[in-house]
């Protein structure tokens, strides 16, 4: 579902429209076409990407070439470098667009702004980090102590709608496993 990130701001963060004009000068949306890079390694993170419309993931590569997709970033998701944004340091991880996206950018002004002159914004914003966190624990809890199978259902229940958006190669890296590997586990589902 697409939506406009004051709208979801206003929705679910309960800023007012008040409060949005204050924020007005902070507000940037910008598009990224399909394989375009928001976050390169090496670069300090300035933004937290708010998508609006299309897909974005977040991924390391290893030394070896291998890549590992840690995160998704459909409609409505938030999506960031902590370790670079909070502390100034050189991100590890790359952020690019699985197909073409709009985002809204947070930078860490406009967090401190909001989080000044709306009370609500300040406690969803908690809540949401506190989410980030607790999604970020199960998620190593799946990797290091679940079977593929479970990951699997876990990632169609996280990403509902992304079976028909990214290639398999995409959600078997996210998984931790092979292409090969995902579909013996896709195959196993559908007799099972």
Known sequence: MIQDFQTYLKTNAG?????????????????YEKGE??????????HTFFVE?????????????????????????????????CFNEPSEYFIDACERTTVA?????????????????RMYNERILQNHIRQLQKRIKLLIGSNAEERYLDFVRLYPDLMLRVPQW?????????????????KNLVKG
């Not at 800023?15 to 598009?31: A, P």
């Open 105 to 121: 950018l947070m930078s860490q002004e406009f967090v401190e702004k909001a989080s000044r002159v709306s009370p609500q914004f």
């Open 53 to 85: 419309e299309g897909l974005l993931r977040f991924f390391s590569i290893s030394e070896e070439g291998k890549e590992h997709i840690i995160q998704f970033a459909p409609e409505g998701w938030f999506v960031s470098e902590r370790n670079s944004i």
């Open 170 to 186: 995409m959600i078997a890296s996210y998984l931790g496993i092979t292409p090969e590997s995902l579909s013996r586990v896709r």
């Open 15 to 31: 800023v007012t429209n008040r409060q949005l004009e204050q924020l007005q000068d902070l507000i940037f949306t910008k598009t």
């Open 37 to 46: 890079l928001l976050l390169d390694k090496g670069q300090i993170c300035r």
